[in-house]
Nanobody
């Protein structure tokens, strides 16, 4: 069983930065891939970024490439999403999610592939 808790959301002006954190509980978290998703009002939840076990494998959605960076600190059981050059269209509730994966290079970007979800944190980017 894994429990996830996001933090770090808030209100920022366009062009600004935020760092989201996803803190996890569970002894076996080190064998879980962790993804970030977001959901804007009236829209479906969409994939943002994912990191594998070791942190060495990552994948970003095209809409955030070059602006967002995902990383993980295994000692702290925490995954981060550094968001730079934020745009108003990045406004959404951001969720982290985890799925036990067979290898450190396994990455997932579909909502249905994840087993555990956090409650979400609101990110609002003003123009």
């Amino acid at each position: 069983q894994v429990q996830l808790e996001e933090s770090g959301g808030g209100l920022v002006q366009a062009g600004g930065s935020l760092r989201l954190s996803c803190a996890a509980s569970g002894r076996t978290f080190s064998v879980y891939a962790v993804g970030w998703f977001r959901q804007a009002p009236g829209k479906e939840r969409e994939f943002v970024s994912v990191v594998g076990w070791s942190g060495g494998s990552t994948f970003n959605a095209e809409s955030v490439k070059g602006r967002f960076t995902i990383s993980r600190d295994s000692a702290k059981n925490t995954v981060y999403l550094q968001m730079n050059s934020l745009k108003p269209e990045d406004t959404a509730v951001y969720y982290c999610a985890a799925v036990r994966s067979p290898s450190s290079r396994s990455l997932y970007w579909r909502v249905g592939e994840y087993d555990y979800w956090g409650q979400g944190t609101q990110v609002t980017v003003s123009s």
